[in-house]
């Protein structure tokens, strides 16, 4: 069982820059795969970006340029850097791990909701 820790949301302008971060209990083993999710009302839960333990990265294209995401392998933390925030960017934004590979079980964190507006 692998418990995932958040912190970073909160409310932010447009324009305005917010980090996540995300902490994994694991640390007998480097997971595979670490990465973001979110989920805006009314519409399903969607990938933000997500990270290999070699480095290997994806991007939703709606994020591209904008959002950054990295990891500290060693302590199974992932983080992500959020630039250019705009008012479509507002959703809980749940961590995702996935130890043994994408396709294997993965793990969620409980959700940091992000808002952006003026």
């Known amino acids: 069982q692998v418990q995932l820790v958040e912190s970073g949301g909160g409310w932010v302008q447009p324009g305005g820059s917010l980090r996540l971060s995300c902490a994994a209990s694991e640390s007998r083993f480097s997971i595979y795969g670490m990465g973001w999710y979110r989920q805006a009302p009314g519409k399903e839960r969607a990938l933000v970006a997500r990270?290999?333990?070699?480095?290997?990265?994806n991007y939703a294209d709606s994020v591209k340029g904008r959002f950054t995401i990295s990891r500290d392998g060693a302590r199974n933390t992932v983080y992500l850097q959020m630039n250019s925030l705009n008012v479509e960017d507002t959703a809980v934004y749940y961590c995702?791990?996935?130890?043994?590979?994408?396709?294997?079980?993965?793990?969620w964190g409980q959700g940091t909701q992000v808002t952006v507006s003026s």
């Open positions: 990270i290999t333990n070699s480095g290997s990265t």
């Open positions: 995702n791990a996935a130890p043994f590979g994408w396709s294997a079980r993965n793990y």
